[in-house]
């Protein structure tokens, strides 16, 4: 029986639930046959189940001794850094110009959390700063990918547009921003969506994980809005900045040169 300071009981019950949801999510993707052009999503499902558990049992059995050595906290957000990167990366485009994902997701999370450090808000000797860090990197990873992967595939879908944009005079960047904008700026809806809906639709994990600690629900619901409205602007800049790189030419799906 789960105790009042517990989401959930981890035992043998959980497990047994876990095991089957992650069935369930990958039978069902097979059977829709789920899949793109590089990916069966079912496939995808299963192994990104795994590696979830595998990595929080590491990260679970490594972070006490993390929190309390600077240098090694630091290098654990840089590594968090890097995965979003290439994972984002490699989610946009499988040619060598993938790196630039790099460039939307420092862009979006970095400045954020290098304020929330010089303003003290966010201790660089604590705990606090790797679930803000991953916060941040996480929204502007996903960004990055909806934004980076809608915009090269509205180019390839119109391309006889943006040719005849270009014959009316329009340079090779204006002519795909004007194509690309459009799809590239959906990436925000999930994020406006969950924004505007917090509190009456979903309680986030920031606000449930507060609560579960003890502290008061106006102090939980104070950190819980200060990270939907960090994971907008982050998430604003990340769209802008693949978009950017998109429309010149660094994030390409065809062989790189």
Do not use: C
């Not at 069966?40 to 001794?65: E, H, K």
């Not at 090269?152 to 006889?160: D, F, N, T, Y």
């Amino acid at each position: 029986m789960a105790s009042n300071s517990s989401l959930l009981p981890v035992d043998k019950t959980l497990g047994i639930v876990l095991a089957a949801l992650l069935v369930v999510a990958a039978g069902v993707a097979a059977y829709a046959r789920l899949a793109d052009e590089h990916d069966n999503y079912a496939r995808g499902i299963a192994l990104a189940g795994l590696r979830a558990a595998v990595q929080l049992a590491v990260v679970a059995a490594l972070i006490g001794w993390v929190v309390k050595h600077q240098a090694a906290l630091l290098g654990f957000v840089a590594l968090m850094f890097a995965v979003a990167s290439r994972t984002a990366g490699r989610r946009i485009t499988r040619n060598r110009t993938w790196w630039w994902a790099a460039v939307p997701v420092a862009a979006g999370a970095l400045p954020v959390v290098v304020v929330l450090v010089l303003t003290g808000l966010v201790p660089i000797d604590g705990i606090a700063l790797i679930p803000v860090a991953g916060i941040l990197i996480g929204g502007a990873l996903t960004a990055t990918v909806l934004g980076g992967r809608r915009a090269l595939e509205e180019l390839k879908l119109r391309a006889g547009e943006v040719e005849a944009a270009m014959a009316l005079g329009f340079s090779d960047r204006d002519a795909r921003l004007e194509i690309a904008r459009p799809a590239a700026s959906g990436a925000l809806v999930p994020g406006l969506d969950q924004t505007r809906t917090v509190g009456l639709v979903t309680l986030p994990g920031a606000f449930v994980g507060m609560l579960l600690g003890g502290a008061s629900p106006v102090s939980a619901g104070a950190v819980q809005f200060f990270v939907l409205i960090a994971l907008m602007a982050v998430q604003a800049v990340a769209v802008s900045v693949v978009l950017e790189l998109v429309a010149r030419g660094r994030i390409t799906r065809v062989p790189a040169l």
